[in-house]
Nanobody, 123 residues
Framework: QVQLVESGGGVVQTGGSLRLSCTAS????????MGWFRQAPGKERESVAA????????RYPDSVKGRFTISRDNAKNTVYLQMNSMKPEDTAVYYC????????????????WGQGTQVTVSS
C-alpha cells in the first residue's frame, strides 16, 4: 500500500516556475514508477511526466518536454515536478501516482493516486 500527498501548487504568472512535491508513505516507494498527471476542467487526464523507480529513465509528452523535469529522492520517499516557462494551458489539477510497472505514461498503469493540487497560470 502506498499513500501519496502532493504539495506546492498555487498561482503563477505566465513564464514563471513552480515545483510540486509528492511524498509517499509505504516501504515499497522505491520499487514504484512514479508519474505526474494533470486534468483541466472539461478535459481528460493526461500524463505530464514519469520516472522509473531508480530514476534512470524519464518520459514526457511533447507539450511539456524541455519545460518540466521530474526527479525523485527515494531516501525521502519524494518525487518532484519542476515546471518552468509555464503557460496558461498548464492550468490544471496535478496528481502524482505510483505504479508497479517499470515506466508508463498510461493512467491505467497506476494504482495509487494522490488527492491532487491546483496549479493556475495567469496570463
Amino acid at each position: 500500500q502506498v499513500q501519496l500527498v502532493e504539495s506546492g501548487g498555487g498561482v503563477v504568472q505566465t513564464g514563471g516556475s513552480l515545483r510540486l512535491s509528492c511524498t509517499a508513505s509505504g516501504r515499497t516507494f522505491g520499487r514504484h514508477c512514479m508519474g505526474w498527471f494533470r486534468q483541466a476542467p472539461g478535459k481528460e487526464r493526461e500524463s505530464v511526466a514519469a520516472i522509473s523507480w531508480r530514476g534512470r529513465s524519464t518520459r514526457y509528452p511533447d507539450s511539456v518536454k524541455g519545460r518540466f523535469t521530474i526527479s525523485r529522492d527515494n531516501a525521502k520517499n519524494t518525487v518532484y515536478l519542476q515546471m518552468n516557462s509555464m503557460k496558461p494551458e498548464d492550468t490544471a489539477v496535478y496528481y502524482c501516482a505510483a505504479s508497479v510497472f517499470e515506466l508508463s505514461d498510461l493512467d491505467t498503469a497506476y494504482e495509487y493516486w494522490g488527492q491532487g493540487t491546483q496549479v493556475t497560470v495567469s496570463s
